[in-house]
C-alpha cells in the first residue's frame, strides 16, 4: 500500500542507540502460521503463539465462534467516585488520590492490561472500534466509573445488535454530558429556551448515517446535476433534538429529591421527565414525522428506530469498523458485502419446523464475521490500495503480544500518550483522526491513523522502541496496587542472535507473518550484523528496533 512514503522518511531520521472465505467447519488441514498471524493482528490486539495456534488448528470460523461466547473482561478496581467532582481530594489524602480518582487513570490503565492480557480479543477489539466511532471524550468526562461505564456499553453489545449500542449511547449520562442531552428541556419562548441540537446533531452526522446519502456500497448517492445528496437537514436535526428533551441525569443513590435537573450521576441510565418534554409533532429522517402528543420514551424508541432503520447505516458504520480492523480503503464491494450482513442475511441453517433462519438487522456478530472473514480481508484484492497504518494503541499491544512480552498497562498507557492517542480521551467528538483523514501525499486514498500519528510521533516511537527492546523492563510504579511492570524477554531473541540469518527469520515469522520483503530482510540482516557476534544482545536489540520501525510492519497489510 503506499502509506510507506511518509513513515519512511521519519523512521530513516531516528537512529538506533545502543482468499476465499473461511469455511464454518474445522478445516481439514491447518492453516498456514502466516494466515493465522495476518487474520489475528485484524481481529486482536495482536497475535501470540498460543492464540495463533487455536486458529490454526481451529479454523477462523471456530476461533470467532468461541470468542463470541467469551465474558467480557471488563474493568476491575476502578473506584465508585462521588460524581460532584469539586469535593475533590480531602486533606491528608494520598498523593496519588486525584490520579485514581479524578482522571481516567485507572480505566487507562485496565484497558492496556486486558488488551495485552485477557483472552476476549475481540470483544475488546470491537469495543474499542465502537468507541472510536461513538465517541465520548475524557476532556470532558473525567471521573473514571463515568468512563468505565460508557465503555462497557461496547463491551457488552460488541456481539448484541447495533440498535442497543445506539440506544444505550443516547442514554448514557456520559454521553448525556459530552453532547449537552441531559437536562436538555423543551421550548419555553418566554424564558429563552430552545432545546440543544448537539446530540441530535452528532448522531446523525458520526455516530449512524453520515452527512450524504449513500449506496449500498458506501459510495454517495448523486442527484441529476451529478451532486451529493444530503441524508438531512436543518429542520431534521431540530426534530430530534426536540425528541431529545425531558431526560436527565439518575438520582444519586439516598437522594431525597428526584426531579428534572438533577445533578450529575454516572452509574444508571437517564431519565425522563415527560413535563419537560416537547409534545409536538417532529420531523424525522425519510420525512418520517412524529405525531404531537408521545411521551419522552416513546418518541426516543421512535427515533432510535428512525435511524437505525436508515439505509445509510449498514455502509455508513460497516465502513468504519472495516477501517478500524481491516484496511482503511475497502473496495465498494468489500463495504457492500458488510452492509448487506448488517441489513440482515438469511443462512443456510433451517429451524425444526423448515423456515430460513434470519440473522436480524444490526446483528454484530454478523456484521464482524463479514469483516474479518470477506475474501478481501483474507488476501489483498488490491496490493496498491490494502492496508492501514496501524494506530499507536495498536503498535504497542501488537508488539508486546508478538514478542511474547508483559504489562500491567501502567507504562503503556503513557507512552499511547506520548504518541498521541491518549485512550479514552480524543480531542473532540471527532475521535483522533476522521475515517476520511487523506493519507500524506495522496489525497484519493484515506489514511486515518495519520491524523496523529505523524513525523514527531515516529520520533517519539523510536524513544519508546529503545526503551521496549532495551533488554531490560519497565519497573513497576509502586504507587499502583498490583502493578508488575513491562518488559520483553530478549533472551531468546539473544540467543537466535548467534546466527543471524536465523534472527531475520525468526523476526519475520513473528512480527510480519512470514511476508518481509527481501529488501527489509537484508536491512535486518546487516542491522544484526554490524554488532560482533560477541554481542548478541545489541544485534538483536538492533534487528528487533529496526523492524518496528520500518514502514512495512507499521503499516499492516
Not at 468526562?141 to 443516547?170: C, H, S, W
Not at 433462519?357 to 484484492?381: N, W, Y
Not at 511492570?485 to 533472551?491: F, R, Y
Request: neutral net charge; charged residues 20%; proline residues 7%.
Amino acid at each position: 500500500m503506499r502509506l510507506t512514503r511518509f513513515i519512511l522518511l521519519a523512521a530513516a531520521a531516528a537512529s538506533f542507540v545502543g482468499a476465499a472465505r473461511a469455511a464454518d467447519e474445522r478445516p481439514a488441514t491447518p492453516m498456514s502460521e502466516a494466515d493465522a498471524r495476518r487474520f489475528l493482528g485484524q481481529a486482536s490486539f495482536g497475535p501470540t503463539d498460543a492464540s495463533v495456534a487455536t486458529v490454526r488448528a481451529s479454523g477462523r470460523a471456530a476461533w470467532l465462534a468461541s470468542q463470541f461466547t467469551r465474558a467480557d473482561s471488563d474493568f476491575s478496581g476502578v473506584a465508585w467516585v462521588d460524581p460532584d467532582s469539586s469535593k475533590g481530594c480531602p486533606a491528608g489524602a494520598p498523593a496519588t488520590c486525584k490520579r485514581d480518582n479524578y482522571s481516567l487513570f485507572p480505566v487507562q490503565v485496565q484497558f492496556f492490561a486486558n488488551a495485552v492480557n485477557q483472552p476476549d480479543q475481540l470483544r475488546q477489539r470491537a469495543a474499542l472500534a465502537l468507541s472510536e466511532i461513538l465517541v465520548v471524550s475524557g476532556n470532558v468526562i473525567k471521573l473514571p466509573n463515568a468512563m468505565a461505564q460508557y465503555q462497557r456499553i461496547f463491551l457488552r453489545n460488541a456481539f448484541g445488535n447495533f440498535r442497543d449500542v445506539l440506544r444505550e449511547v443516547t442514554l448514557s449520562p456520559a454521553m448525556g454530558r459530552f453532547l449537552n442531552m441531559a437536562n436538555n428541556d423543551k421550548p419555553n419562548p418566554a424564558k429563552g429556551i430552545e432545546p440543544n441540537e448537539n446530540y441530535a446533531r452528532e448522531v446523525l452526522q458520526l455516530f449512524s448515517i453520515g452527512l450524504w446519502e449513500l449506496n449500498p456500497d458506501g459510495s454517495q448517492k448523486l442527484d441529476a446535476k451529478g451532486q451529493p445528496i444530503p441524508s438531512y437537514d436543518q429542520e431534521t436535526v431540530e426534530g430530534f433534538a426536540h425528541v431529545f428533551t425531558g431526560w436527565t441525569y439518575a438520582p444519586r443513590p439516598g437522594a431525597t429529591r428526584n426531579r428534572f435537573g438533577n445533578p450529575s450521576y454516572y452509574d444508571q441510565p437517564m431519565i425522563a421527565f415527560d413535563d419537560h418534554h416537547d409534545k409536538g409533532s417532529k420531523r424525522l429522517l425519510n420525512g418520517v414525522v412524529l405525531p404531537a402528543g408521545g411521551t419522552a420514551q416513546a418518541d426516543l424508541e421512535a427515533a432510535i428506530d428512525n435511524i437505525f432503520n436508515h439505509p445509510n447505516v449498514g455502509p455508513f458504520i460497516g465502513r468504519q469498523l472495516i477501517q478500524q480492523l481491516v484496511t482503511a480503503n475497502p473496495s465498494p464491494a468489500y463495504v457492500q458485502r458488510v452492509a448487506q450482513a448488517f441489513n440482515g442475511t438469511t443462512t443456510a441453517s433451517f429451524s425444526p419446523t423448515g423456515t430460513v433462519q434470519r440473522k436480524p438487522r444490526g446483528d454484530m456478530k454478523a456484521v464482524l464475521s463479514a469483516i474479518l472473514l470477506d475474501p478481501e480481508a483474507l488476501t489483498a484484492q488490491d496490493a496498491n490500495r490494502f492496508g492501514k497504518l496501524r494506530e499507536p494503541i495498536l503498535q504497542l499491544t501488537h508488539l508486546l503480544r508478538a514478542l511474547g512480552g508483559t504489562s500491567d498497562g501502567v507504562w503503556l498507557r503513557s507512552q499511547s500518550a506520548a504518541l498521541g492517542q491518549t485512550v479514552y480521551s480524543p480531542a473532540s467528538v471527532f475521535n483522533f483522526f476522521p475515517p476520511d483523514y487523506d493519507l500524506p501525499g495522496d489525497a484519493t486514498l484515506d489514511g486515518p491513523a495519520f491524523g496523529v500519528f505523524n513525523a514527531s510521533a515516529a520520533f517519539k516511537l523510536s524513544g519508546v522502541l529503545q526503551t521496549l527492546l532495551s533488554g531490560k523492563p519497565v519497573a513497576p510504579d509502586t504507587t499502583v496496587p498490583g502493578a508488575t511492570g513491562t518488559g520483553i524477554d530478549l533472551s531468546r531473541w539473544q540467543a537466535l542472535a548467534a546466527t543471524p540469518a536465523t534472527l531475520v527469520a525468526e523476526i519475520n515469522r513473528v512480527m510480519f507473518a512470514g511476508r518481509a520483503s527481501a529488501a527489509l530482510q537484508s536491512a535486518l540482516l546487516k542491522a544484526a550484523q554490524i554488532a560482533p557476534d560477541t554481542k548478541p544482545l545489541d544485534r538483536a536489540k538492533a534487528a528487533l528496533f529496526l523492524a518496528a520501525m520500518s514502514p512495512e510492519y507499521l503499516v499492516e497489510n
